[in-house]
C-alpha cells in the first residue's frame, strides 16, 4: 500500500516511503538513532558493504530514518532515486561539486537564492569553473549561453525574492541539446505545486527546511533524479560527510504528511494576500505569479498546478516604511525562514540575500525595500484584518509631520 504509483499525491505524502522501516507493529517511523549496524555474518556484512545487499553499515552513509525521508520525496517527485543532506545549501553544493571539475562550464540565472549565488560568484570561480550568469527570465539569453555548452544549467523557479519564473519546459530542452545535466531547485513549488522531472529536467532539489518539513524545526536537503547521477551525488555526500540527521529526517518527514494541505491553504493564502496589497496605495509593487501582471503570469500557470506560497512586495516609502509596518503586524514571524505554517515576513536585504551587498542585491533587480511573504496556514481573514491594521498605523505615522 505504501508505495502504490497510482495514488494521488495528496496520498502519497501521508503513506509513501514508510513501510520498510515500521517494526513490531508500529504505524509511524522510528528515529534510529544508531550509528553503527551489527553484523554475525561475516560474508553478509562484507556483501552490504561493497552494495550487493540491502542494508546499513554506518551511518554517515545511510540509515532507515533518513532512507524514508529520501523514499518518501523521491516518490512525491516521481524520481527514480533520491539522496539526502544536512542542509539544502548541502544539496545544492554537493551537487555541483560532484559534476564540476576544473575548465567546465555552467549556466545560471542571477536571481538564484544567496547562498547559491555565493557559490557561483565565489566557490566555482575559485575552482576555474567558468559561470555564465543569465538575466532571470531572458529565455532567449539562457538558450544563447547554453548553446555554447556547459556542462550543468542550474534553474531556480519560481525565485527568491521576486518570484520570477522560468520556463523549464524550454530550457530542459535547451540544456539537453547540449548534454548538460538541468538541474532545478524546486524549494518554493514543491512537489504538490510543480513537477520539474515531469517537464525534462535531469535533477530536482529541495531546502527540506523550508516547505517539506514545514514547521521550521528541521534543517534538510534532498536531491532527486536518476539512480546513476543519484548514486555519484551520494557517493560524494558519503565521503564529505554533509549527511542528514536522522532526528531532523523524522520531523521532515512527519511534516511531509501534511505537504499538500499545508501548501493549498498557503497557496489560496499568498493569492489574497496578493491582491490585497495591489490595492494598497501606500505598496509600489507587487510579485506574485498568480497575479495577471507578473511577467510570467502564462509560463507559471502553463507548468504549475498553484503559484505558490510566496509573493513580495515594496514599499513606496522603502526601508523607512517597512520598519514601521513589520513590526506592527500581529500574525507575522519576522525571521529569515519561510514555507512554514505561520506567516512569515522578511525584508530581502537581511533574509534570502544577506550574503549580498546593496549593489549586488539592485544588479539583480531587488529593491531596498522589498519584503518577501511566505504565506502560512492561518484564516485569511485574520491575516488580511492584519495587514489593513499595519497599513492604517503606516498611513497614519507617514500624515503626522516629524517633530
Ligand atoms: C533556503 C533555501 C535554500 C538553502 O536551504 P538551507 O536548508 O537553508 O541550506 C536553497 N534554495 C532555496 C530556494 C531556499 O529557499
Redesign the pocket.
Known sequence: MTENINASIGTKAVWAGEKEVLVHGATQVPVVVSVAYNYDDMDEWYDVAIGKKQGHIYGRNTNPTVQAFEDKVKILEGAEAATSFS????A?SNTLYTFLRPGDRIVSIKDT?G??NKIFTEFLPNMNVEVALCSTGDHDAIEAEVAKGCKILYL?TPT?PTVKITDIKRMAKAGKDVGAIVVV?N??ATPINQNPLELGVDLVLH????FLGGHADA???VVCGPKDLIHQIYHYREINGATLDPWAAYLLLRGMKTLKLRVNQQTKNAQAIAEFLQKQELVDQVFYPGLATHVHHNIAKEQMKGFGGMLSFSLKGGMEAVKVLLPNLQYANRAAN?GAVETTYGPARTT?HVECTAEERKAMGIPDGLVRISAGIEDIEDLLADLANAFAILKEIQATPSL
Open positions: 542542509t539544502g545549501m548541502a545544492i537564492y547562498g547559491t531556480e527568491n531547485d524549494t518554493f531546502s527540506a527546511t523550508k534543517l534538510g536537503g519561510l534570502s
